[in-house]
């Protein structure tokens, strides 16, 4: 296994460019199985959550095929007497819960899908209640044995879903279920990422109609067929925010290329507040950190509020700001489990259930520490570029699942940085 370590202390300047995101790559290979042909993706991100999404589709039958460059992917259905397999085993979606997306496209096109519960995960006991409710409401049978879903449905029906809260990929499922129902679908209080927006476009593209992603309001009119397509994948919100962070931190001058500065509205701002200069450039985002930090309080929420993928990152920038910040996270219940690795690089931080508080001012000092989920282990990462001496974090798998090549990426504009054996 690798381990990250890094040399805290250098100041980062220059370009990063920013890769495909990885939570619209996700559904949208999903949205791969809908159409009759071969639709092939650009930009899809080295990752291995990617990967893994590419290893479901293959078990489910479809081939998945790398273009000239690695960042392009072909995927198509299964062809003469081969069968789709309607299943996602257990194997894969305890690596990977977003495994779940295959749902809502199997039934919608195959009228069934198996795939195991998710369960728990290291930041949350995420259910999936939501998704289920929806496709009961498009006319579904649930059933659940031996730790899997079942769902069947002849053709889906459309129907009014209220969803109790914007689940982001309860949404995907559904909006791709009800792409192919017959009817009309309206999805009330839906999430409204850009993400959902990404996959709607693509779906469109297809020839799906579907109106509102990006509102809490979708409203879906079924059509009978979906067409292969072609279509570039936006870039990663949250690495650009993780980046536009570390260039804060290190008083860094760094041009996210690519970045979408609407997509980072509550970020830009939690940045702003904090004393670092942000501006919108051709060609991306640029990032200044000049004068000294500021505590920020942070509230996570559904999308256009500060997102939860951001919260560790910003910790970390409020450990050594100047003054106090309190920290809401109000998405997942277990998303402070980076705070104890924090600790032993000499954070201050105290935690009372959703609130963390954490006190400014402070000199981190490297230390070998544990990864325990993707934003976790970037949080880390951060702490170690701004630490006295040398910060190695272990367990670099949550890592790679979530950043394409990040070490390579922070070394380019300064950061002394490299992957190495555990
Ligand atoms: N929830 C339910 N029931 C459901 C669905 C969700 O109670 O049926 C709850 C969850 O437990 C959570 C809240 O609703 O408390 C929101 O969860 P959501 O369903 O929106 O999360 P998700 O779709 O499982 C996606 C991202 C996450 C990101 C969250 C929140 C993908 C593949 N994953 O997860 O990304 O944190 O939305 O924005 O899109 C990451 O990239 O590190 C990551 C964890």
Known sequence: MDKIVVEGGSRLTGRIPISGAKNAALPLLAAALLPTGASTFKNVPQLADVRTMAKLLRMLGWTVDEGKTKTELTIAPPTGKKKPKLEAPYELVKTMRASVLVLGPLVARYGRARVSLPGGCAIG???????????????????????????????????????????????????????????????????????????????????????????????????????????????????????????????????????????????????????????AEAGGLRVRGTGELTAVDIITQPHPGFPTDMQAQFMVMACIAKGQSVIREMIFENRYMHVPELGRMGADIHIDGRVAIVKGGTKLTGASVMATDLRASASLILAGLVASGKTEVLRVYHLDRGYEAIEKKLKAVGAKIKRAKQ
């Open 125 to 279: 006991a995420r259910p999936i209640d939501q998704h289920l409710k929806g496709l009961q409401a498009l006319g579904a049978t649930v059933s659940l044995d031996h730790g899997y879903v079942d769902v069947t449905a002849k053709r889906l029906k459309g129907a009014t879903i209220v969803l109790d809260m914007p689940t982001v990929t309860g949404c995907e499922n559904l909006i791709m279920a009800a792409a192919l129902a017959k009817g009309r679908t309206v999805i009330e209080n839906a999430a409204r990422e850009p993400e959902v927006e990404e996959l709607a476009t693509v779906l469109n593209k297809m020839g799906a109609k579907i109106k509102g992603a990006g509102s809490p309001l979708i409203t879906i009119e079924g059509v009978d067929e979906l067409l292969p397509i072609e279509h570039a994948i936006m870039p990663d919100r949250i690495e650009a925010g993780t980046f536009a962070v570390a260039a804060a931190m290190t008083r860094g001058d760094v041009l996210l290329e690519g970045a979408v500065p609407e997509h980072l509205d509550a970020v830009i701002a939690k940045l702003r507040a904090s004393g670092v200069t942000v501006a």
